[in-house]
């Protein structure tokens, strides 16, 4: 990859649709080199679309985040380029909705952990590592507002994003007397292809109005340029629940989450 040696350098993880592809076109039109990666066909498009929307240039590994030996090409791929990263988008995963006793496989469970946290972490080793070596570099989590409540019918996903909330707050801490910030995106539902994928479009919250992906996108990077701890997006709704999670009980917010992710829940009126 012949980079431009003027330009900043930006890593996209999940960069084949929603919220990654977003962050991707939004660092090419703001004049960023791309590495961006997925594991399915429509990377291609997304490459082409970033292309076109400004990045100088644009490399696109499809790899599968939850091997390992893929995370290491990822970082083999940066590392060609020659130069540091100015910005990591970790951005990549993956949720299965249904009861975790009786309606989802281990399989998917298994991949959601290896996705969102198991990759996460190792990637993230290396970013942090060479960032601080360099003192300079800016990392975003896409974590979720899931993170903040007990996740029924979601049990997997949401533990999954309060890890990822967590270890990018403790990251960001363990890094302050460095110039590499950490900023933490927490999106409320939005108009991605998650929920086809996770088996929830017959849920109320996979059935209901969603954030735009792009201005999503734009909240995360607007935050992470301004070097912030973290950034709730969405509508008034998301942000109230954001708010209120720091008083509610745990029983309380997993009642709240039961009515919004039970299968069938969709199709039942509002008590």
Known sequence: MATTPTRPLALVTGASSGIGRELALLLAAEGYDLVITAEDDALDDARAEVEAAGAGTVEAPRLDLTRDEDVDLLVRHVRETGRGLDIAALNAGAGAGGAFATGT?????????????RSTVHLAKHVTRDMVRRDHGRILFTSSIAATMPGSYQAV?????????????????????????????????????????????????????KADAATVAAD???????????????????????????????????????????????DRDER
């Not at 994003?161 to 910030?181: I, N, P």
């Not at 990077?221 to 109230?240: F, I, K, N, P, Q």
């Open 220 to 266: 995360g990077y607007a935050a992470l340029m301004d070097g912030d701890e973290r950034v709730v997006s969405g509508d008034l709704s998301t942000r109230a629940q954001a708010l209120a999670s720091r008083v509610l009980p745990d029983r309380v917010k997993a009642a709240m989450h039961r009515r919004q992710a039970e299968p069938g829940s969709a």
């Open 157 to 209: 996903y949401n533990a999954s994003k309060s890890f990822v909330q967590s270890f990018a707050l403790a990251l960001r801490d363990e890094l302050r007397e460095t110039a590499v910030t950490v900023t933490a995106l927490m999106p409320g539902p939005t108009d991605t292809e998650f929920f086809a994928r996770a088996d929830m479009l017959d849920t109320q919250v996979g059935a209901g109005e």
């Open 105 to 117: 496989d281990l399989a998917d469970e298994l991949r959601i952990v290896d996705l969102n946290v």
